[in-house]
């Protein structure tokens, strides 16, 4: 059984038309920001990928604590309340599989911190028997703050191979995320690759994910496969009930009348739109056949 | 020229975006181009109370961010297609936006809209600052306690240091019942203290919250609730038909007497 799904592509419903006066169909836009007076001299490049939070990787028996960019130059900016709570929540999400002990080496590439915020990290890591042992930073009050709380530092303008490597590698996506918990309302989990969530995802709540999006759980947030514009993605849920679905660049919202019972399902780009199978009908050998051009 | 509104409170839980949602319909009902803006980042309500949440695709912050433009982030209501929603953002603070920033979309709204409706989040921080930024008019939505109109009052002292004069009063939840018994302030209480223009009186209401729930405002509704009502009155006081002040007190009256007999009394 195939279930239809009401889908539309986001902005298509009012496209854009030359006369700004017709109601039914106009444009609007925002005037640009005025020029500040401390406007940046060289507008950065914007980061190649906003969808960046704090990740864990584990590399050759140590665990890589990548920080995401500095936030005044991201598109999608992560300030300090923000990574902590991010921080927090991947190691609370992930627990089971953070070996105690591992030696932490963090990776705080651009960003600002004082003494105080690197002993935050410090004391969020020792609550998971995680040591921390090394310090990486591109910004010298970075290091010399993490210096001065007595951590092993070292600077460097460039990341060659730690955490910036994987701008590099833009193809390649990172190791699937997973998360343990309960999504609740105005959490958004951001990951360059697959998400797999053991919980629920509470209305409010959003997942950005570059690859696949399984849901071990009730679904009931935003979800967004394939972020990066792979339509081959799929999201998966026990109980798939989203406020909305988007894969790739295709958007669609859950029917008005919900089903009276749920049974778990997938949900994938077909021919017309997102549509949505039962988990156990699913067969992938149709779908690729279906879907070669 | 367009009217810019910003519904405020001071204390949570008054019925502000109520108000909004049914104050916005109505008007869009009465054939004027309505925006609705929810100003409340990160604890966002409007949409779910215009049942529009699963039609969000854009929010106020990616247009600022120039991911998308303003009328791609507009969520236009299928029931009422003169209303449209701005919606704010879940995953930020209400430290994500500058007033700045709500000038620049409030006044391209301007442009399209006759109306736009600031849902403003409780309090009187940056999320109050960023709400009142671009607003020319403000209604305060109070409800007859003390600890309400208290805050009320201080909001209305700031809204006149920001230079927003034209402030109106709208009272939420009013049980008649209990203002004959003397358990409720009366419309005259808290117009005595506040001493600004009255709106409107809506009353308490089961059906408000069947309407929440449902994301169906009660303007809707065929034969109309007595909030319902209420709010189509306000509406069409605050578009200046020359309702007579007597008007006033007659929803309020009507209700007296209905709420009377259904207490038997």
Request: hydrophobic content about 40%; charged content about 25%; overall charge neutral.
């Amino acid at each position: 059984m195939v279930q239809d799904f009401p889908s539309s592509n986001g902005s298509s419903e009012d496209a854009p038309a030359p006369d700004g006066l017709d109601f039914n169909n106009f444009i609007l836009e925002i005037e640009p920001e005025p020029a500040s007076a401390e406007a940046e001299p060289v507008k950065t490049k914007p980061e190649s990928n906003p969808n960046l939070q704090v990740q864990f990787k584990s590399e050759g028996g140590r665990l890589l604590l990548i920080l995401p960019p500095a936030p005044e130059k991201s598109r999608n900016p992560v300030y300090w309340d923000e990574l902590r709570r991010q921080l927090k929540e991947r190691i609370s999400g992930g627990e089971r599989f953070l070996q105690p002990h591992t030696p932490v080496h963090l990776i705080a590439r651009d960003r600002l911190l004082d003494s105080q915020q690197v002993q935050q990290i410090d004391a969020l890591l020792s609550d998971a028997q995680l040591p921390l042992k090394r310090i990486y930073a591109s910004r010298r009050q970075t290091a010399v703050a993490a210096a001065t709380a007595g951590y092993s530092v070292e600077q460097q303008t460039t990341l060659s191979h730690l955490g910036q490597g994987q701008e590099a590698s833009r193809q390649a996506m990172d190791e699937p995320l997973y998360l343990q918990t309960t999504l609740r309302s105005g959490v958004e989990v951001r990951h360059r690759g697959t998400v797999i969530v053991l919980g629920d995802v509470n209305p409010g709540s959003s997942i950005v994910a570059e690859g696949d999006i399984f849901i071990w759980g009730h679904l009931r947030g935003v979800v967004h496969a394939g972020a990066g514009g792979n339509a081959q993605c799929r999201i998966m849920a026990l109980h798939m009930q989203p406020t909305q679905l988007r894969i790739a660049d295709k958007v669609a919202r859950s029917p008005d009348d919900p089903p009276m019972q749920y049974q778990p399902e997938v949900a994938y780009i077909g021919p017309d739109g997102i549509r949505i199978a039962l988990a156990a009908e699913f067969a992938l050998a149709d779908l690729t056949t279906q879907e070669s051009p | 020229m367009s009217r810019i509104i910003v519904m405020t409170s001071g204390k949570g839980g008054v019925g502000k975006t109520t108000c909004t949602a049914n104050l916005g319909m109505a008007l869009a009902k009465a054939g004027q181009r309505v925006a609705v803006v929810d100003a409340d980042f990160g604890l966002r309500n409007l949409d779910l109370l215009l049942g529009l949440e699963n039609r969000i695709v854009y929010t106020a912050l990616d247009v600022l961010a120039g991911e998308c433009r303003l009328d791609q982030a507009l969520v236009k209501d299928k029931r009422q297609p003169n209303l449209a929603l701005l919606p704010a953002a879940q995953n930020r603070s209400k430290e994500s936006i500058k007033p700045e920033q709500m000038k620049r979309l409030i006044k391209a709204l301007t442009k399209v809209y006759n109306f736009i409706l600031i849902d403003s989040p409780a309090g009187i921080e940056m999320g109050f600052r960023n709400s009142i930024a671009a607003a020319r008019e403000a209604i305060i939505v109070t409800t007859p306690e003390i600890s309400a109109v208290r805050d009320a009052d201080r909001v209305i002292g700031l809204l006149e240091a920001n230079d927003i004069k034209a402030v109106r009063l709208v009272i939420n939840r009013l049980r008649p019942a209990m203002v004959a018994a003397e358990q409720m302030m009366s419309v005259k209480d808290v117009q005595g203290i506040l001493s600004i223009p009255l709106l409107g009186v809506i009353p308490d209401d089961e059906q408000v919250i069947v309407s929440t729930n449902k994301g169906e405002p009660l303007v809707l509704e065929e034969k109309l609730s007595k909030a319902g009502i209420a709010f189509t009155n306000v509406s069409q006081r605050l578009q200046g038909e020359k309702v007579p002040l007597m008007d006033l007190s007659i929803p309020q009256d009507s209700f007296f007497t209905r709420l009377k007999r259904l207490f038997g009394m």
